[in-house]
């Protein structure tokens, strides 16, 4: 079973910044695309950024000019700086690993609750 750990998170005001990080077993953080999916509660789940093992990098629209994803190979880690952070970020921000460029998650972290007041 992969496991996928993640940390950050928390309650921030509107306007405000977030870290969250991701790390994965070697064997699979080497080899995959690792990113974020996000879902508020009565909304469907969305992808919110992703980064291949080639450096590849997507993001979702509405946090394009907001969020940078990073990872860090030696630690096997990777991170989503939030900034500007709005209400409507609020959501369980999931964590995944995948295979492709195209949000394709095969493995999930356990999620981190993100919460932006007004």
């Known amino acids: 079973q992969v496991q996928l750990v993640e940390s950050g998170g928390g309650l921030v005001q509107a306007g405000g910044s977030l870290r969250l990080s991701c790390a994965a077993p070697?064997?699979?953080?080497?080899?995959?695309?690792m990113g974020w999916y996000r879902q508020a509660p009565g909304k469907q789940r969305e992808g919110v950024a992703q980064?291949?093992?080639?450096?590849?990098?997507k993001y979702e629209d509405s946090v394009k000019d907001r969020f940078t994803i990073s990872r860090d190979n030696a630690k096997n880690t990777v991170y989503l700086q939030m900034d500007s952070l709005k209400p409507e970020d609020t959501a369980v921000y999931l964590c995944?690993?995948?295979?492709?460029?195209?949000?394709?998650?095969?493995?999930w972290g356990q999620g981190t609750q993100v919460t932006v007041s007004s």
């Open positions: 070697k064997r699979i953080f080497m080899y995959t695309s």
């Open positions: 980064i291949s093992n080639g450096g590849i990098i």
């Open positions: 995944f690993a995948g295979y492709g460029v195209d949000f394709n998650p095969r493995y």
